[in-house]
């Protein structure tokens, strides 16, 4: 039976790929309109002509002028978005000193100013609605520092801090601001992010398959939770990592990760 969700139209980033299609795909199975965004046209088309009622809006977010595209599409009075879901990121392995600065900085405008700027174009038009959902797509690796892969843990740190305090504070005008940590995934972002090793460096079971976390997400933002950890293990982790010194986390991520 198709999952039935409250959302009336909803728009998806990083929708080309991964989690963001998958998204994109589940919510049109429901009947949900979506919006795709991406940088790959010829992506979101071939995923437009896949599904009925898709929108394609191509924008690189990493960009001042990608990102006002999109929230001017978020705010648009006349087509009404009532479920953004900010998913587009990439990491970067390897050496902090080594890695190409302007990479890292890349990182962060998509990571943390992109999906700033459009949790703000939602949030600003949801709150005076009274209605409206945010579903912001952070990382298991917002819990723990990790050496070798310490910009992209500092930027989902970031969204997971932020998703939060904003759950908290627009929790009674209606809106539900929900943050996903998902743990490992198979998709494009270990050879976009240098980490295909991880395919064969981290047992099965820590892979987690990409259809039970976006169902398991769309669910939890549909309920108004705040955060979503899907998969059992890595809920147990994350209780944890609450119990566990922040330098012994520090020290075994240093071990986890040494390519
Ligand atoms: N896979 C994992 O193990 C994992 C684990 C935890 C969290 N996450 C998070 O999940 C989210 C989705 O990642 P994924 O695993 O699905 O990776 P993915 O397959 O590489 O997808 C990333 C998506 O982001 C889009 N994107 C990248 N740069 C962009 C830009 N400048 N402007 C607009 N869109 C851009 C890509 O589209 P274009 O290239 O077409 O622009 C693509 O659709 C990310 O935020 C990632 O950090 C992933």
Redesign the pocket.
């Known amino acids: 039976m198709a999952a039935s969700y409250p959302f009336r139209a909803a728009l998806v980033?990083?929708?080309?790929?991964?989690?963001?299609?998958e998204a994109a795909r589940q919510l049109a199975a429901a009947g949900v309109p979506v919006v795709v965004?991406?940088?790959?046209r010829e992506?979101l088309e071939a995923l437009a002509a896949e599904l009925a009622d898709v929108e394609v809006l191509v924008?690189?977010?990493?960009t001042r002028e990608?990102q006002t595209v999109v929230a001017a599409r978020i705010a648009d009075p006349a087509r009404p978005i009532d479920l953004v879901v900010n998913?587009?990121?990439?990491?970067t392995s390897g050496a902090f000193a080594e890695l190409d600065v302007d990479r890292l900085s890349?990182e962060i405008a998509?990571?943390v100013d992109?999906l700033t700027r459009l949790t703000h174009a939602a949030l600003a038009v949801m709150v005076p609605r009274g209605r409206g959902w945010v579903l912001n797509?952070?990382?298991?690796?917002s819990f723990q520092p990790a050496p070798r892969l310490a910009v992209?843990a500092a930027t989902?740190a970031y969204v997971t801090s932020l998703g939060e305090s904003l759950h908290q504070e627009v929790k009674a005008s209606g809106v539900v601001v929900t943050t996903l940590?998902?743990?490992?995934?198979?998709?494009?972002?270990?050879s976009?992010s240098n980490t295909s090793h991880y395919q064969t460096e981290f047992p099965d079971v820590l892979w987690l398959p990409v259809d039970e976390v976006v169902s398991t997400a769309l669910n939890a933002v549909a309920k108004g939770r705040a955060v979503c950890v899907p998969g059992a293990f890595y809920k147990s982790a994350s209780w944890a990592t609450g119990m566990v010194p922040r330098w012994v986390r520090r020290a075994a991520s240093g071990v986890v990760q040494r390519r």
């Open positions: 980033t990083g929708a080309s790929s991964g989690i963001g299609a965004v991406a940088r790959r992506r924008a690189d977010l990493e990608g998913n587009a990121g990439f990491g890349r998509l990571n992109a797509v952070s990382s298991f690796a992209y989902k940590c998902p743990g490992l995934v198979r998709t494009e972002f270990q976009v």
